[in-house]
Nanobody
Framework: VQLQASGGGLVQAGGSLRLSCANS????????AGWFRQGPGKEREFVAA????????NYADSVKGRFTISRDNAKNTVYLQMNSLKPEDTAVYYC????????????????WGQGTQVTVSS
């Protein structure tokens, strides 16, 4: 599994961005996946997770109702739609995958992509 995150950028507060996480290695359509973020001077934190078929999703309380995680297994890609962005959402966003569940726990993920920077201006 080789993950590549993209779609970050600079956006004004209240705006939207869609992050993509593509797998260029063996298919990960059977792997749960998640998004995490790490803000300046902060530890990496859970954002959202999805099981292998999209039937189960989990969200951090701070993004519920604003962010949506989804996946297209035919395209080997997981997405994070981010709406109503706030300055506190500014962070490097990472996608990850594991073999068991749509976990909220960072250490339970085995595969990580490089991060993509999201900056929200006020």
């Amino acid at each position: 599994v080789q993950l590549q995150a993209s779609g970050g950028g600079l956006v004004q507060a209240g705006g939207s961005l869609r992050l993509s996480c593509a797998n260029s290695g063996r298919t990960f359509s059977s792997y749960p996946a998640g998004w995490f973020r790490q803000g300046p001077g902060k530890e990496r934190e859970f954002v959202a997770a999805i099981n292998w078929n999209g039937g189960t999703t989990n969200y951090a309380d701070s993004v519920k109702g604003r962010f949506t995680i989804s996946r297209d297994n035919a395209k080997n890609t997981v997405y994070l739609q981010m709406n109503s962005l706030k300055p506190e959402d500014t962070a490097v966003y990472y996608c990850a995958a594991n073999r068991f569940a749509a976990s909220v726990i960072t250490r339970e993920y085995d595969y990580w992509g490089q991060g993509t920077q999201v900056t929200v201006s006020s």
